[in-house]
């Protein structure tokens, strides 16, 4: 009996790790790729709210999950847009940009949402995506039925992160991205457009996020709630830095989280009498213990933060 | 192709530092008839209520004054910050340590003599607040650790500390919600005028622009916290111990938000809950961007942003417009204040080409 439990508890866990880790590798990748190319988004936590709001309001109107899905990505695109002509065309602080964003996007998602549904006493649900289990895989025994039944968009997420090593490391693109994050004045000598570049980076980084926060809405919870990315934005934010702006080592972060996420979930679930608020308190210390430990070793984008003026060259 | 280009200018004369807040501020108002069209509201009436609702009658216009307190300064801590580079979005966080001690004091302090409650209250919410920054502030300048993010998180470590106190030794005995007990009548600010709200934390906040004006004008402190803020390396080799600098900005910074929950604790609540504030803290940060850092700019812009939330409610109610445009107003007045600061430095230029 005992040792069923422990199975079964492991196995849970591993599955709550993997579905907890997925809007974090979304937006970590994301955000990894707007600093590799030299800006600091800070709009994350509000597109991934845009983004769980998008999703499920339009899952909610057109019962179609993956319409939904793919309409947060595009509101996350218009956001990763918006800060782009702030940041990139404007050239304005990108902390203050970035924030601007997510207090607008804040805002506007409860806002719209307030707007279409009033104020329910009971929150509109939709039936949510359906976890898949893979051939095979979901058969190893312990492990296998909680890490291999999961969401197709935390598959989707897996995949996303050597897709994103090959682009930034393996091609002529991702070398331009580098170049454009570590030295502009170069990239623009060798015709590579600083602006364009980033602005790219941004639209295609805020997609991710939209998605990320899409995942939230309609995989994990089926409902939105105005706390539901509840600081998730900015844990991807650091896990970046923890990551050292590294695709695998970011995603290694963001299951670090998902497990921590999941143990506290499955605590709870068990009975545990742990006050909750502290379990959910350790995986932000433990992000900012992180932090100390990368913090000083960390090879950062060398022209991260700094707005690209071609009358300014080399300021 | 068109293409924009961006050029430096020559510093503007002096008023166009009024202007252009002003200016800013116009702009947003008249932008924020999209939002009200989209939600179906009558323009001029929802205007008007806008106004009415905040301004209109003396309870709506003291109940600004109410509003504005903990804005102006949670505004004013973020703006002592950023002057000084200490990118403190920690505010939030602040304000609820600042809450939670008063909370502590409030509820235990019935031994003392009455006379001594609240500035031992004040003065523990302050240091909370200030505490509470400066582990990031030390995190930033001994460790390198990013001063964003580690702000940041730390108010979600706040947020979680609060929550575990309210759920554990501060709930309200024979309650199963998380609150904690009323603090003590003589913990309670005294309302200054009859038939309103108006309270004690108005004043301090007033006195708190006097007093941030006059470190940043007229002490050393203020002069060495703009140096670190303009060129840190340039002001370390100046002979300005930088360290030392942005850890006082930040205990002040922190200090000022942990004041604001003292005010919403003692002066509104009386007892802590879990939601004592909607986001003053991130407020705080656009409230410090429109009034360009500048303590009387911080009161101006903390006072507009008091009427917008305040006649947001009244909106609602007349014209069914839902009361979360306050938020979107806020977030489209930081980007908007922005664009028009970036006018000041640089002039754009579109070229034909």
Same mark, same amino acid.
């Given at each position: 009996?005992?040792?069923?439990?422990?199975?079964?508890?492991?196995?849970?866990?591993?599955?709550?790790?993997?579905?907890?880790?997925?809007?974090?590798?979304?937006?970590?990748?994301?955000?990894?790729?707007?600093?590799?190319?030299?800006?600091?988004?800070?709009?994350?936590?509000?597109?991934?709210?845009?983004?769980?709001?998008?999703?499920?309001?339009?899952?909610?109107?057109?019962?179609?999950?993956?319409?939904?899905?793919?309409?947060?990505?595009?509101?996350?695109?218009?956001?990763?847009?918006?800060?782009?002509?702030?940041?990139?065309?404007?050239?304005?602080?990108?902390?203050?940009?970035?924030?601007?964003?997510?207090?607008?996007?804040?805002?506007?998602?409860?806002?719209?949402?307030?707007?279409?549904?009033?104020?329910?006493?009971?929150?509109?649900?939709?039936?949510?995506?359906?976890?898949?289990?893979?051939?095979?895989?979901?058969?190893?025994?312990?492990?296998?039925?909680?890490?291999?039944?999961?969401?197709?968009?935390?598959?989707?997420?897996?995949?996303?992160?050597?897709?994103?090593?090959?682009?930034?490391?393996?091609?002529?693109?991702?070398?331009?991205?580098?170049?454009?994050?570590?030295?502009?004045?170069?990239?623009?000598?060798?015709?590579?457009?600083?602006?364009?570049?980033?602005?790219?980076?941004?639209?295609?980084?805020?997609?991710?996020?939209?998605?990320?926060?899409?995942?939230?809405?309609?995989?994990?919870?089926?409902?939105?709630?105005?706390?539901?990315?509840?600081?998730?934005?900015?844990?991807?934010?650091?896990?970046?830095?923890?990551?050292?702006?590294?695709?695998?080592?970011?995603?290694?972060?963001?299951?670090?989280?998902?497990?921590?996420?999941?143990?506290?979930?499955?605590?709870?679930?068990?009975?545990?009498?742990?006050?909750?608020?502290?379990?959910?308190?350790?995986?932000?210390?433990?992000?900012?213990?992180?932090?100390?430990?990368?913090?000083?070793?960390?090879?950062?984008?060398?022209?991260?933060?700094?707005?690209?003026?071609?009358?300014?060259?080399?300021? | 192709?068109?293409?924009?280009?961006? !050029?430096?200018?020559?510093?503007?004369?002096?008023?166009?530092?009024?202007?252009?807040?002003?200016?800013?501020?116009?702009?947003?108002?008249?932008?924020?008839?999209?939002?009200?069209?989209?939600?179906?509201?009558?323009?001029?009436?929802?205007?008007?209520?806008?106004?009415?609702?905040?301004?209109?009658?003396?309870?709506?216009?003291?109940?600004?004054?109410?509003?504005?307190?903990?804005?102006?300064?949670?505004?004013?801590?973020?703006?002592?910050?950023?002057?000084?580079?200490?990118?403190?979005?920690?505010?939030?966080?602040?304000?609820?340590?600042?809450?939670?001690?008063?909370?502590?004091?409030?509820?235990?302090?019935?031994?003392?003599?009455?006379?001594?409650?609240?500035?031992?209250?004040?003065?523990?919410?302050?240091?909370?607040?200030?505490?509470?920054?400066?582990?990031?502030?030390?995190?930033?300048?001994?460790?390198?650790?990013?001063?964003?993010?580690?702000?940041?998180?730390?108010?979600?470590?706040?947020?979680?500390?609060?929550?575990?106190?309210?759920?554990?030794?501060?709930?309200?005995?024979?309650?199963?919600?998380?609150?904690?007990?009323?603090?003590?009548?003589?913990?309670?600010?005294?309302?200054?005028?009859?038939?309103?709200?108006?309270?004690?934390?108005?004043?301090?906040?007033?006195?708190?622009?006097?007093?941030?004006?006059?470190?940043?004008?007229?002490?050393?402190?203020?002069?060495?916290?703009?140096?670190?803020?303009?060129?840190?390396?340039?002001?370390?080799?100046?002979?300005?111990?930088? !360290?030392?600098?942005?850890?006082?900005?930040?205990?002040?910074?922190?200090?000022?938000?942990?004041?604001?929950?003292?005010?919403?604790?003692?002066?509104?609540?009386?007892?802590?809950?879990?939601?004592?504030?909607?986001?003053?803290?991130?407020?705080?940060?656009?409230?410090?961007?429109?009034?360009?850092?500048?303590?009387?700019?911080?009161?101006?812009?903390?006072?507009?942003?008091?009427?917008?939330?305040?006649?947001?409610?009244?909106?609602?109610?007349?014209?069914?417009?839902? !009361?979360?445009?306050?938020?979107?107003?806020?977030?489209?007045?930081?980007?908007?204040?922005?664009?028009?600061?970036?006018?000041?430095?640089?002039?754009?230029?579109?070229?034909?080409?």
């Amino acid at each position: 009996m005992g040792e069923f439990l422990e199975a079964a508890f492991i196995s849970g866990l591993m599955g709550a790790m993997m579905r907890m880790a997925t809007p974090i590798i979304f937006a970590t990748l994301g955000e990894i790729l707007a600093e590799r190319s030299g800006v600091l988004n800070l709009g994350i936590e509000g597109i991934m709210l845009m983004g769980a709001m998008t999703g499920f309001l339009v899952t909610f109107g057109t019962g179609s999950l993956w319409f939904g899905v793919l309409m947060a990505a595009i509101v996350g695109m218009i956001l990763g847009l918006l800060m782009a002509f702030l940041s990139v065309n404007l050239g304005l602080s990108q902390h203050v940009s970035g924030l601007g964003i997510t207090l607008f996007s804040t805002g506007l998602a409860m806002f719209i949402y307030r707007l279409y549904f009033g104020s329910p006493t009971v929150p509109p649900i939709v039936p949510p995506f359906k976890q898949v289990s893979l051939p095979l895989l979901s058969k190893i025994p312990v492990i296998g039925p909680g890490l291999f039944t999961q969401y197709t968009l935390t598959y989707l997420a897996w995949l996303l992160i050597p897709v994103m090593s090959i682009l930034l490391y393996k091609t002529k693109m991702g070398l331009k991205i580098r170049t454009v994050g570590e030295n502009p004045v170069v990239a623009d000598t060798v015709g590579v457009s600083v602006i364009l570049t980033r602005t790219l980076c941004l639209v295609v980084g805020g997609a991710l996020m939209g998605v990320g926060g899409a995942f939230l809405t309609l995989a994990h919870q089926n409902m939105f709630l105005i706390d539901v990315i509840g600081g998730r934005g900015w844990v991807s934010i650091a896990m970046v830095i923890f990551g050292n702006w590294d695709p695998l080592k970011g995603a290694i972060g963001a299951l670090i989280f998902g497990f921590l996420d999941g143990l506290q979930l499955r605590l709870q679930g068990l009975g545990f009498h742990i006050s909750f608020h502290i379990f959910l308190m350790i995986p932000y210390l433990l992000t900012i213990v992180a932090l100390i430990g990368v913090s000083r070793k960390a090879s950062v984008p060398a022209s991260l933060l700094k707005p690209y003026r071609r009358e300014e060259k080399g300021g | 192709m068109i293409r924009m280009r961006i !050029t430096r200018r020559e510093p503007l004369p002096k008023w166009a530092r009024v202007v252009i807040p002003i200016a800013a501020i116009v702009t947003t108002l008249i932008l924020s008839a999209i939002p009200i069209l989209l939600a179906g509201g009558h323009l001029w009436k929802s205007y008007y209520y806008l106004f009415y609702g905040a301004l209109g009658t003396r309870f709506n216009l003291l109940e600004t004054f109410v509003k504005a307190s903990p804005l102006l300064l949670t505004g004013l801590a973020v703006a002592f910050a950023f002057r000084a580079k200490f990118w403190n979005i920690g505010a939030e966080g602040q304000l609820l340590a600042g809450a939670l001690a008063a909370t502590v004091l409030g509820v235990s302090l019935g031994g003392i003599p009455g006379f001594l409650v609240l500035p031992v209250i004040i003065i523990g919410g302050f240091l909370a607040g200030g505490i509470w920054a400066a582990i990031p502030a030390i995190l930033k300048t001994k460790l390198k650790v990013d001063d964003v993010v580690s702000t940041l998180l730390l108010n979600y470590v706040m947020i979680h500390i609060m929550g575990a106190l309210l759920f554990g030794p501060l709930q309200q005995p024979g309650s199963s919600w998380p609150r904690s007990s009323a603090i003590i009548e003589a913990a309670q600010y005294p309302i200054l005028l009859t038939r309103s709200r108006f309270h004690l934390g108005i004043l301090i906040a007033l006195l708190a622009v006097l007093v941030i004006w006059f470190i940043n004008k007229r002490t050393v402190f203020g002069y060495r916290a703009k140096a670190v803020g303009v060129n840190i390396r340039a002001a370390h080799f100046g002979g300005i111990n930088t !360290t030392a600098v942005i850890l006082w900005t930040a205990m002040v910074s922190g200090g000022l938000a942990g004041l604001a929950g003292v005010g919403e604790l003692c002066a509104l609540q009386y007892r802590l809950i879990m939601d004592i504030s909607p986001g003053y803290g991130y407020s705080g940060i656009v409230i410090a961007m429109l009034g360009n850092l500048h303590p009387v700019g911080v009161l101006f812009s903390a006072l507009f942003f008091s009427v917008i939330i305040v006649g947001a409610h009244t909106m609602s109610r007349m014209t069914g417009v839902p !009361t979360y445009i306050a938020e979107v107003i806020q977030g489209m007045a930081l980007m908007i204040m922005l664009i028009f600061l970036l006018f000041t430095e640089y002039r754009i230029k579109v070229v034909r080409k």
